[in-house]
């Protein structure tokens, strides 16, 4: 039980590790499209973290599968798979003399992996609420469970009852 906690205590580091790597490429690329940046400067700064997020990627990929989280894995994989095909077609650098021909395009795909990593954040925080003391581990009937949070009756939203009994 307590290694589970450190696990996915080591998954939602990886994971804020991922998502500021992609929040930085995306800020690189808009600096460069409002002409703040040269493309040198930017192509530089961007091909210094893609190499270090993919591998962290892989890595994180690598540990759910080894811990055996199937489910986890198989959502990652699409994207690791993604990662390692364009690392081995080597279009993983961006070109200096062709960044502007392609930034619209890797501003794109950039917040499309934004966008999973944020996902991915949220699955890795709600397993890891469940993982404290006092919550029970989740099972595989307990979907329910987690859309329970989020449901409210009529007596919980009525302001007026809670504003009268001041």
């Not at 192509?43 to 892989?58: C, D, T, Y």
């Not at 890595?59 to 699409?78: D, E, K, Q, R, S």
């Not at 795909?109 to 397993?127: A, C, D, E, S, T």
Request: with cysteine.
């Amino acid at each position: 039980m307590a290694w589970e906690a450190i696990l996915w205590a080591i998954f939602f580091l990886m994971n804020i590790g991922l998502i500021a790597f992609n929040l930085y490429q995306i800020v690189c690329l808009s600096d460069l499209e409002a002409d703040y940046m040269n493309p040198f400067e930017s192509s530089s700064r961007i091909n210094a973290v893609v190499v270090p997020e993919f591998a962290l990627h892989g890595v994180l990929c690598v540990l759910l599968l080894l811990t055996g989280h199937w489910i986890m894995f198989l959502f990652t994989l699409p994207i690791a798979c993604y990662n390692a095909s364009l690392f081995l077609k080597r279009r993983h650098l961006i070109d200096v003399t062709e960044v502007f021909r392609f930034l619209s395009a890797e501003k794109k795909y950039r917040i499309i992996k934004l966008g999973f990593y944020l996902v991915l954040f949220v699955l890795v925080i709600i397993r890891k609420i469940y993982l404290l003391p006092g919550h029970r581990v989740l099972s595989a009937g307990t979907f329910s469970a987690i859309l329970s949070v989020f449901h409210f009756n009529n007596e919980e939203l009525d302001v007026r009852s809670s504003f009268l009994e001041f």
